[in-house]
T-cell receptor
Framework: GQSLEQPSEVTAVEGAIVQINCTYQ??????LSWYQQHDGGAPTFLSY????GLEETGRFSSFLSRSDSYGYLLLQELQMKDSASYFC???????????FGKGTTLSVSS | DAGVIQSPRHEVTEMGQEVTLRCKPI?????LFWYRQTMMRGLELLIY????????DSGMPEDRFSAKMPNASFSTLKIQPSEPRDSAVYFC????????????FGQGTRLTVV
């Protein structure tokens, strides 16, 4: 089956850079996605990597190494509003539904 | 588009009662997913539909749970009878075909069974 591991908590200060790692085990691989969820809110899409390498979207970047079954989300110039939970996700065996990790709670302090 | 719409936002019910959660996906999306979120288990996939047809319900925890999608714009998740351990936030999400398309989530229904 599909399984993902990511740290449960990360803390950082405003303006810093933080990296959230994710390792996965899948039967069939259709890319690695990242979602953000603020307290009490809905998960929202951040990024998707299908191929090895770094994808950059503003302050956020996501990296994938398929040979290592590993990826990370890099958040730069942290702001208080970045305090949220971040989930990595892979597709199920059918390549359709997202299977999520347990999430990493990021706390940004001033 | 208003996004994925779920109702109710909050539901408090007594153990043994039937609970029905509702979801309206984004118009034009052909996949609909139901997830359950708890602190202990995180975001769990319960069931998903493609073009109104259930594709995988292996995540449905017990026979007490059932889901339907009678048409492209409406789905329900029913729990009968409900139990305290069913307390969680239930999310509905929809997406348009393709492996690399994002899933759009509704705001969730927070269910409390007392």
């Amino acid at each position: 089956g599909q399984s993902l591991e990511q740290p449960s908590e990360v803390t950082a200060v405003e303006g810093a850079i933080v990296q959230i790692n994710c390792t996965y085990q899948t039967s069939g691989f259709y890319g690695l996605s990242w979602y953000q969820q603020h307290d009490g809110g809905a998960p929202t899409f951040l990024s998707y990597n299908a191929l090895d390498g770094l994808e950059e979207t503003g302050r956020f970047s996501s990296f994938l190494s398929r040979s290592d079954s590993y990826g990370y989300l890099l958040l730069q110039e942290l702001q208080m509003k970045d305090s949220a939970s971040y989930f990595c996700a892979v597709r199920d065996r059918g390549g359709t539904a997202l299977i999520f990790g347990k999430g990493t709670t990021l706390s940004v302090s001033s | 588009d208003a996004g994925v719409i779920q109702s109710p936002r909050h539901e408090v019910t007594e153990m043994g009662q039937e609970v029905t959660l509702r979801c309206k996906p984004i118009s034009g999306h052909d996949y609909l997913f139901w997830y359950r979120q708890t602190m202990m288990r995180g975001l769990e996939l319960l069931i998903y539909f493609n073009n109104n047809v259930p594709i995988d319900d292996s995540g449905m925890p017990e026979d007490r749970f059932s889901a339907k999608m009678p048409n492209a714009s409406f789905s329900t998740l029913k729990i009968q009878p409900s139990e305290p351990r069913d307390s969680a936030v239930y999310f509905c999400a929809s997406s348009f075909q393709g492996l690399n398309t994002e899933a759009f989530f509704g705001q969730g229904t927070r269910l409390t069974v007392v």
